[in-house]
Nanobody, 126 residues
Framework: QVQLVESGGGLVQAGGSLRLSCAAS????????MGWFRQAPGKEREFVAA????????YYADSVKGRFTISRDNAKNTVYLQMNSLKPEDTAVYYC???????????????????WGQGTQVTVAS
């Protein structure tokens, strides 16, 4: 089993930045591919970004490409989401997720992930 705990959310003005963190425990973190998803009020949860276990590939939703960066520190068992140039439409609960299948391509679908955190709220004020 893997436990994932997100942190770093909060309230920020449009154009500002936040860095989300997701700390993992319970399993070799380096073998997990990780992703970030978000869910805005009244909407379905959507893919944001992914990084595979071997660090070779990252992938982003078009809506965040060029503004968000996913990274990981295997020594700290942590994955990050650096969010710059935030927009009000980025307001959502952000979730990190872990996939244990040693994939060679980034996962973008919820059903492909085995473990989920509880989420952290990001609110971008206009």
């Amino acid at each position: 089993q893997v436990q994932l705990v997100e942190s770093g959310g909060g309230l920020v003005q449009a154009g500002g930045s936040l860095r989300l963190s997701c700390a993992a425990s319970g399993r070799a973190f380096s073998s997990l591919s990780m992703g970030w998803f978000r869910q805005a009020p009244g909407k379905e949860r959507e893919f944001v970004a992914a990084i595979i276990w071997s660090l070779r590939s990252t992938y982003y939703a078009d809506s965040v490409k060029g503004r968000f960066t996913i990274s990981r520190d295997n020594a700290k068992n942590t994955v990050y989401l650096q969010m710059n140039s935030l927009k009000p439409e980025d307001t959502a609960v952000y979730y990190c997720a872990g996939d244990q299948t040693l994939t060679v391509v980034p996962r973008t679908q919820e059903k492909e992930y085995d473990y989920w955190g509880q989420g952290t709220q990001v609110t971008v004020a206009s």
